[in-house]
């Protein structure tokens, strides 16, 4: 696959306590395969569909145990370059850009209004080798309640063009504050904006929702709750596809979509 363009997710990483656990969920779930954990890089496990790379999961660092969560990251031409923009935009780095051997080099940031996210200038390692196909990374959306705050820094930080959804005369649609951010132009959207409402529980903080492709979105569902995972949002259909939100019995938040099956006339952008 072409090295991704600035600004472009790029790759889709998660730390869980129990990696055997997280890889006999996704494996069912998402149909993936996993390869050998790298010792030297903290026993990082690239997962694999149909033969090629979609996603990794790692364990927490010694001393460090985290909440388990999806971290989606942004293609970058220069890792240092563009953590120097993450700050001068109001963000704030939580791991300074560190080479990761002849890979590429990789940085972990927080937006001004709490989402985190990943930066990724590739080496050997490009990021994803399949996209928006069952069992691959499919789309991401930035939830938050300072939509400003988040659509600024976005703009500042990587080469975005942005367009605002327009409800038009859609009743579930009304007061939906939703963006879209392209690179190269707007036939190529890379990521959505969303204002959390008040129907999100207030001790949840601005995250990124990643979306993974899959056949069957219902069937996705069940197995997910089959696991002991949760089901939040959906099954929904939509223009772009049927999808929900889950999240695992770890406790990290995903959506599944099945792409082809759509509903309803796409929304105009103005």
Same mark, same amino acid.
């Given at each position: 696959?072409? /090295?991704?363009?600035?600004?472009?997710?790029?790759?889709?990483? *998660?730390?869980?306590?129990?990696?055997?656990?997280?890889?006999?969920?996704?494996?069912?779930? %998402?149909?993936?395969?996993?390869?050998?954990?790298?010792?030297?890089?903290?026993?990082?496990?690239?997962?694999?569909?149909? @033969?090629?790379?979609?996603?990794?999961?790692?364990?927490? !660092?010694?001393?460090?145990?985290? $909440?388990?969560?999806?971290?989606?990251?942004? *293609?970058?031409? #220069?890792?240092?370059?563009?953590?120097?923009?993450?700050?001068? *935009?109001?963000?704030? %780095? &939580?791991?300074?850009? &560190?080479?990761?051997?002849?890979?590429?080099?990789?940085?972990?940031?927080?937006?001004?209004?709490?989402?985190?996210?990943?930066?990724?200038?590739?080496?050997?390692?490009?990021?994803?080798?399949?996209?928006? /196909?069952?069992?691959?990374?499919?789309?991401?959306?930035?939830?938050?309640?300072?939509?400003?705050? *988040?659509?600024?820094?976005?703009?500042?930080?990587?080469?975005?063009?942005?367009?605002? !959804?327009?409800?038009?005369?859609?009743?579930?649609?009304?007061? &939906?504050?939703?963006?879209?951010?392209?690179? =190269?132009?707007?036939?190529? $959207?890379? %990521?959505?904006? &969303?204002?959390? +409402?008040? /129907?999100?529980?207030?001790?949840?903080?601005?995250?990124?929702?990643?979306?993974?492709?899959?056949?069957?979105?219902? /069937?996705?569902?069940?197995?997910?709750?089959?696991?002991? +995972?949760?089901?939040?949002? @959906?099954?929904? #259909?939509?223009?772009?596809?049927?999808?929900?939100?889950?999240?695992?019995?770890?406790?990290?938040?995903?959506?599944?979509?099945?792409?082809?099956?759509?509903?309803?006339?796409?929304?105009?952008? =103005?």
């Amino acid at each position: 696959m072409a /090295e991704f363009p600035e600004g472009a997710p790029c790759w889709v990483d *998660a730390m869980f306590s129990d990696v055997e656990g997280a890889k006999e969920f996704y494996g069912d779930v %998402l149909g993936w395969t996993f390869g050998e954990a790298s010792s030297e890089y903290g026993n990082y496990t690239q997962a694999y569909s149909d @033969g090629k790379a979609v996603a990794a999961v790692v364990p927490p !660092m010694p001393g460090g145990e985290a $909440p388990s969560q999806w971290c989606l990251y942004f *293609a970058s031409s #220069d890792a240092a370059a563009t953590a120097e923009k993450i700050k001068a *935009a109001g963000g704030t %780095l &939580m791991m300074e850009p &560190m080479q990761v051997g002849t890979f590429g080099t990789m940085a972990i940031a927080k937006e001004p209004s709490g989402a985190v996210f990943g930066v990724w200038q590739p080496g050997e390692h490009k990021g994803f080798e399949k996209l928006g /196909e069952s069992g691959a990374y499919a789309w991401a959306e930035v939830f938050t309640r300072e939509p400003e705050k *988040a659509d600024a820094f976005l703009s500042q930080v990587f080469p975005y063009e942005s367009r605002q !959804m327009d409800p038009g005369d859609d009743p579930e649609a009304a007061g &939906m504050d939703f963006k879209v951010f392209s690179v =190269g132009g707007p036939q190529n $959207p890379v %990521l959505g904006r &969303m204002r959390m +409402g008040e /129907e999100f529980p207030p001790e949840i903080p601005s995250y990124v929702q990643v979306y993974f492709a899959v056949p069957d979105c219902d /069937e996705a569902v069940a197995k997910t709750r089959k696991h002991g +995972g949760q089901l939040h949002f @959906g099954p929904m #259909d939509s223009p772009f596809g049927r999808f929900a939100a889950v999240t695992d019995p770890q406790g990290a938040a995903f959506a599944v979509i099945d792409l082809s099956t759509t509903v309803g006339e796409m929304p105009s952008f =103005g």
